[in-house]
């Protein structure tokens, strides 16, 4: 997947950089505020070095308090998402394992979703993922919380498809994930709004499925 390697995707109201996780370095905050500072004329003319730092419970949050970050990595790769502080973001990439057990993860209603949808479980954990990270808590809570309402599915360029999920308690934020041939998933939580909505839609849809 060359895909990954130090591609940056810049929406309306987002800003991706994938990138090779094999390539870092033991320092993983050094290799993270590398990649940040490369990026970080895009957001703003200041010229200080931005830095990355990480509260109590290890999530990440960067020293210029306009922005909000998200990160995650799997196996052989890896993704950072950086929006105005005003917005809710979760970002996750999973490899997919079908040794991964996502029994604990799923509800019976959501169960009967994923065989009316014929999507793979480990999507919707990834989700669930990427909402937890929109609390800074991973997926540390009670599994009620994470409960997925409905799903609906959109076709993208070249085959792929991108699914589209509410949140039982978190209504006011939507899911987003995408299957990267087979290898893995990539997911999003954002605020449930509509330009924000449609600007990860072309982005999933159309430039991000465009490029695989």
Known sequence: MNFFRSKVIETKYFLFVFFDYKIMVKKKKKFYESILNEIYPRLTDDRKELKLKYDYLGSPYLDDSRFRISISHSYKYGIIVITNRKYR???D???????????SFITEDEEHLIRKNRIDPIGLVSIKESLGKSFNMG?????ELYTIKSIKSLE???????CIVSFCTFQFLIGFS???????????????????????TDMFCKELAYEL
């Open 93 to 103: 990439i999973q490899h997919i394992d079908k040794k991964i057990n996502v029994n």
């Open 178 to 200: 995408i299957n990267l041939q087979n290898e893995y998933f990539i997911s999003l939580t954002i605020n449930n709004e509509e330009l924000l909505i449609r600007d990860i």
């Open 139 to 143: 997926l540390l809570a009670k599994k």
């Open 89 to 91: 973001l979760g970002i």
């Open 156 to 162: 993208g360029y070249n085959n792929f498809t991108v």
